[in-house]
C-alpha cells in the first residue's frame, strides 16, 4: 500500500485525495493523519520540509509535493489521464495549475499572517500584497474559466476556489459568478470534489 501524508484541512491534500478518486487508485492508498507542527510526527523524516501532502511509495519512497504527487499517480494511472500528453493541452494544463496552486500558496499566506502573529503584528500591506495576487488570478479565470474537463489545472482550480470558501467564508462567490457557475459545473461533474470537502 501507498502512504498518504495529508490533513483534512489542506487544500493540497484534497487536490491529491480527488486525482486517487477519479483515477480509481483510492484502494491502493492509506491515509494518514499529519500534524506538521509537531516535532514527534515523522513527516520531518519522510519529506526534510515537513511538507503535507507527502506520498510514500510501494517501494517506500517519498514524493512531493502536490504537482509531482498528481504526475506519479496519472503515471500509476497509465499516462494521459488528467495530465494530457497532447501538447498544447498539456502546458495549458500545466499553467491552470501553477496559477491556481499561486492563488492556494497567496491564501494560506494570508491565513497564517493572521494565525501566527498578534493582532498588533500583522502586517497589513503584506497582506494586502497576497490578496492582489487573488483577485489578479481570479478576476483572469473569470474572463475565461476553463471547460470541466479533469486533469490538474481544473482539479486544483476546484481546490482553491474550495479553500475560498472554507477560510473565507466565500466572498469571492459575489463578485466572480462565471467562476461559482463553473465550480457548480465541475462538482456536478467530479463527485469526488464533494466527497473530500472539509467542514472546519
Known amino acids: 500500500m501507498m502512504i498518504l501524508r495529508s490533513a483534512p484541512p489542506s487544500p493540497f491534500g484534497r487536490k491529491v485525495r480527488i486525482a486517487l478518486l477519479h483515477l480509481g487508485l483510492m484502494d491502493r492508498v492509506d491515509v494518514v493523519a499529519t500534524d506538521t507542527a509537531s516535532e514527534s510526527d515523522n513527516i520531518r523524516k519522510q519529506n526534510p520540509l515537513g511538507k503535507i501532502p507527502t ?58 499572517e493572521r494565525r501566527y502573529r498578534s493582532e498588533d503584528k500583522v ?6 500584497y497576497q490578496t492582489g495576487k487573488v ?8 474572463a475565461s474559466p476553463p471547460g470541466t474537463h479533469v486533469d490538474v489545472g481544473t482539479i486544483t482550480l476546484a481546490c482553491a476556489l474550495g479553500y475560498q470558501d472554507l477560510r473565507f467564508a466565500g466572498t469571492w462567490r459575489g463578485i ?25
Open 55 to 112: 506520498l510514500i511509495t510501494e517501494s517506500g519512497k517519498a514524493i512531493y509535493d502536490s504537482p509531482v504527487i498528481l504526475e506519479y499517480l496519472d503515471h500509476l494511472a497509465g499516462g494521459d489521464q488528467i495530465i494530457p500528453v497532447e501538447p498544447d493541452s498539456r502546458f495549458a494544463a500545466l499553467t491552470l495549475q501553477a496559477l491556481a496552486d499561486g492563488i492556494l500558496d497567496a491564501s494560506i499566506l494570508r491565513v497564517y
Open 135 to 142: 483577485e489578479r488570478a481570479l478576476t483572469s479565470l473569470e
Open 176 to 200: 466572480y459568478p462565471r467562476l461559482v457557475g463553473w465550480l457548480d459545473a465541475f462538482a456536478a461533474a467530479v463527485p469526488a470534489f464533494e466527497e473530500t470537502r472539509f467542514v472546519a
Open 123 to 128: 502586517v497589513e500591506s503584506w497582506l494586502a
